[in-house]
């Protein structure tokens, strides 16, 4: 739907619904592929997204990327 305005509509991934609160500008290439992605506070993850428990009840990140 390239003719929605995105900042306040709603986005599921996987069960948990998100809310758009801004867009970042096109950049040219993207480590995301096709200059799509998700930029999610790390403890947004760890807490709503991540199933997996370690034995201390920590929820672990396997991967994290960063462009500069």
């Given at each position: 739907m390239p003719d929605v305005y995105p900042v306040g509509?709603?986005?599921r991934v996987g069960d948990v619904r998100f809310?758009?609160?801004g867009v970042l500008g096109e950049q040219g290439s993207s480590i995301?592929?096709?200059g799509s992605?998700?930029?999610v506070p790390i403890t947004t993850v760890q807490?709503?997204?991540s199933g997996e428990r370690v034995l201390s009840?920590?929820?672990p990140i396997s991967f994290i990327?960063?462009?500069a």
């Open positions: 509509q709603s986005i809310r758009v609160i995301f592929g096709g992605g998700l930029i807490t709503r997204l009840g920590e929820r990327s960063a462009q």
